[in-house]
């Protein structure tokens, strides 16, 4: 089965500091990754998504992500953060055979200081 | 070209009421998930439908809880004699065929039994 593990569960960083958010994941095959955002009271947006090919994937509003198939991660990451980046992110997996059901972490909450 | 849609947004029933929660995906998509957000948790996976099939429903609780993708109108998920712990944000994400994977998430429906 898979799963989902966000290690940090609130984040806080200073506008303008870079950001890395932990999304370790466990499926046992090559697994479809996303991270997602969401507002309060909003439903999700995707920020970008990982089928296959480079490891480095590149999403909206300044964000990327990192595969690493040996550590089983894909981290988040944003080189300069905007008081507007304040939200919660969620990592998912997908089941990668069309299935299309995704398993979703706990989330994390980011809270930016001015 | 309109997103995936979801009505009512928010939902008020008494204990032992009906709630039907709709959806209706992004034009061209053929796919629809319905996921269940507890508070202070991610999004769990309920139910996974085509038109006029359920193709996964390994997540929908055994009672009460139904899914259905009708070939004409929205999707309905209708949970009958609703209890508290029904209490929650339900989303629905739409994809489309060939790249069920990627799931464009609607605002939610935020239920709350008294």
């Known amino acids: 089965a898979q799963s989902v593990t966000q290690p940090d569960i609130h984040i806080t960083v200073s506008e303008g500091a870079s950001l890395e958010l932990r999304c370790n994941y466990s499926?046992?095959?090559?697994?479809?990754l996303f991270w997602y955002v969401q507002s309060p009271g909003q439903g999700l947006q995707l920020l970008l998504k990982?089928?296959?090919?480079?490891?480095l994937v590149q999403g909206i509003k300044g964000f990327e992500a990192e595969f690493k198939r040996s550590q089983s991660s894909f981290n988040l990451r944003k080189p300069s953060v905007h008081w507007s980046d304040a939200a919660e992110y969620f990592c998912?997996?997908?089941?990668?055979?069309?299935?299309?059901?995704?398993?979703f972490g706990d989330g994390t909450t980011l809270t930016v200081k001015p | 070209n309109a997103g995936v849609m979801q009505n009512p947004r928010h939902l008020v029933r008494r204990r032992g009421q009906e709630a039907r929660l709709r959806c209706s995906p992004m034009?061209?998509?053929?796919?629809v998930y319905w996921y269940r957000q507890l508070p202070e948790e991610g999004l769990k996976f309920m139910v996974y439908?085509?038109?006029?099939?359920?193709?996964?429903e390994s997540g929908m609780p055994k009672e009460r809880f139904s899914a259905e993708f009708p070939k004409e109108g929205p999707s309905i998920l209708r949970i009958q004699q609703v209890v508290r712990g029904d209490s929650a944000a339900y989303f629905c994400?739409?994809?489309?065929?060939?790249?069920?994977?990627?799931?464009?998430f609607g605002p939610g429906t935020r239920l709350l039994v008294l």
């Open positions: 990982y089928f296959s090919g480079d490891t």
């Open positions: 994400a739409s994809s489309a065929r060939g790249d069920q994977e990627t799931q464009y």
């Open positions: 998912a997996v997908g089941a990668g055979t069309n299935a299309g059901k995704s398993t």
């Open positions: 499926y046992g095959a090559t697994p479809y």
């Open positions: 034009k061209g998509h053929s796919h």
């Open positions: 439908l085509q038109k006029e099939n359920i193709i996964d």
